[in-house]
């Protein structure tokens, strides 16, 4: 069974970077899915924020592409999001998941999601 | 950007109720249309991808149709643990959800 693990900071000051890490257990990060980071803020809708492939290739939300980074280390089966100069807009639980089939598509694995403060 | 809308925002069913939540893209997204539920705290369940298709799982009460720009996810007879907000999301270009439909008891 997939299972996916946020793990980061709680809490971030604002205009500095938040780092989150998603650990894949129970299936191989190579094996040919795409992977994502989906955020919802406070009672709002979710946000796609960016999906990668192992090899590196990358899609990001063009509302956030000028401060957000994905990447992937193979080696440890996981993923990471950064997001720079953050803001109180960026508060919210934020969600890795596994993208089902194409690059672009459902999200058929999620984690349990972490949540994110943004504040002084 | 397409945007997503979704009606209603609130609705309230009983148990055995028929239920339809309708969701509208601003623009053709063919079939690229996924619905999930979610329960506070938690992250979403897929239920349907590509319009009308039932997720590995999914109680087969729960149905999806529409294409284009209109889309329905039908739950032919609510149950108890039906009650949440259900998202729809597009994917034909990048990726986006509607604001959710919470369905709650009458």
């Known amino acids: 069974q997939v299972q996916l693990q946020e793990s980061g900071p709680g809490l971030v000051k604002p205009s500095e970077t938040l780092s989150l890490t998603c650990a894949v257990s129970?299936?191989?990060?190579?094996?040919?899915?795409?992977w994502a980071w989906v955020r919802q803020p406070p009672g709002k809708r979710l946000e796609w924020i960016g999906s990668?492939?192992?090899?590196?290739?990358?899609y990001y939300n063009p509302s956030l592409k000028s401060r957000v980074t994905m990447s992937v280390d193979t080696s440890k089966n996981q993923f990471s999001l950064r997001l720079t100069s953050v803001t109180a807009a960026d508060t919210a639980l934020y969600f890795c998941?596994?993208?089902?089939?194409?690059?672009?598509?459902?999200?058929?694995?999620w984690g349990q999601g972490t949540l994110v403060t943004v504040s002084s | 950007d397409i945007q997503m809308t979704q009606s209603p925002y609130t609705l309230s069913a009983s148990v055995g109720d028929r239920v339809t939540i309708t969701c509208r893209a601003s623009?053709?997204?063919?079939?690229?249309l996924a619905w999930y539920q979610q329960k506070p705290g938690k992250a979403p369940k897929l239920l349907i991808y590509?319009?009308?298709n039932l997720e590995s799982g999914v109680p087969s009460r729960f149905s999806g149709s529409g294409s284009g720009t209109e889309f329905t996810l039908t739950i032919s007879s609510l149950q108890p643990d039906d009650f949440a907000t259900y998202y729809c999301?597009?994917?034909?270009?990048?990726?986006?959800f509607g604001q959710g439909t919470k369905v709650e008891i009458k």
């Open positions: 590509k319009a009308s």
């Open positions: 129970g299936y191989s990060i190579t094996s040919g899915h795409y």
């Open positions: 998941a596994r993208v089902r089939s194409a690059s672009y598509d459902a999200f058929d694995f």
């Open positions: 623009q053709s997204i063919s079939s690229w």
């Open positions: 999301q597009q994917y034909n270009s990048y990726s986006t």
């Open positions: 990668l492939f192992h090899s590196g290739s990358t």
